[in-house]
């Protein structure tokens, strides 16, 4: 089945320090991932979409200068959590969407549990 | 634009039992599809079913079945002869044609006693 990985699992960090997190997407070709951020015992909020090749689309309300999104290849998008603060804490996820239509399915990465002192 | 709504925040089950998990949506487009994911205590989210809106037929996978109401735009999930390790935070998904973005409910909780 579509694997997709996330690095590091969980990372801490000093306050003003930038943070890259990783999503690969190991047995499929992801042309779209999507980034969330979930609060504890609360839903996933989605924060950007990230699209091959191109500029990454942020949600309303998402920082786009503070939460970098590349997607350089079709197996790999990065999320660098700039100049971070003790409320950029959260668990971050990645997905990727297995295939070119809108209506593929997403498939999640493990997340990445972020603590910024 | 799509809402999801789930309307209980906890719900438990008796091993072996059955047990349904609400869900309500709400959205624009004619084309669209519903999932339910699984968020056990890892937090890894895992597909556990998904349904395309044009279809009639209610999906299923093995324990797991759903009952698709269109009209009433419903998407309940019924976990049949639950298992421990069934327990786990549980969120049902709409999706449509803006780039296949997700939208999320709130999430039910769903315990499984021995």
């Known amino acids: 089945g579509a694997v997709v990985s996330q690095h590091p699992s969980r990372v801490i960090c000093k306050s003003g320090t930038s943070v890259k997190i990783e999503c690969r997407s190991l047995?499929?070709?992801?042309?779209?991932m999507f980034w969330y951020r979930q609060f504890p015992k609360q839903s996933l909020m989605l924060m950007a979409t990230?699209?091959?090749?191109?500029?990454?689309?942020?949600e309303q309300g998402v920082e786009k200068d503070k939460f970098l999104i590349n997607h350089a290849s079709l197996t790999l998008s990065t999320l660098t959590v700039t100049s971070a603060h003790p409320e950029d804490s959260s668990f971050y996820i990645c997905?990727?969407?297995?295939?070119?239509?809108?209506?593929?399915?997403?498939?999640f990465g493990p997340g990445t549990r972020l603590t910024v002192l | 634009a799509q809402t999801v709504t789930q309307s209980q925040p906890e719900m438990s089950v008796q091993e072996a039992e059955t047990v349904t998990l609400s869900c309500t949506y709400d959205?624009?487009?004619?084309?669209?599809?519903l999932f339910w994911y699984k968020q056990p205590p890892s937090r890894q989210m895992i597909l556990v079913i998904r349904?395309?809106?044009?279809?009639?037929q209610n999906a299923t996978e093995n324990r797991f079945s759903v009952n698709f109401q269109k009209a009433a735009k419903s998407f309940s999930l019924k976990i049949s002869d639950s298992q421990l390790g069934d327990a786990a935070m549980y969120f049902c998904?709409?999706?449509?044609?803006?780039?296949?973005?997700?939208?999320f409910g709130q999430g039910t909780i769903l315990t499984v006693h021995p």
């Open positions: 997905s990727a969407r297995e295939g070119d239509r809108d209506t593929d399915t997403q498939y």
């Open positions: 047995d499929f070709q992801a042309t779209t």
């Open positions: 990230s699209n091959e090749g191109s500029k990454a689309t942020y």
């Open positions: 959205t624009s487009e004619s084309d669209y599809y």
């Open positions: 349904q395309e809106a044009y279809k009639q």
């Open positions: 998904a709409a999706g449509g044609t803006s780039y296949g973005k997700l939208t």
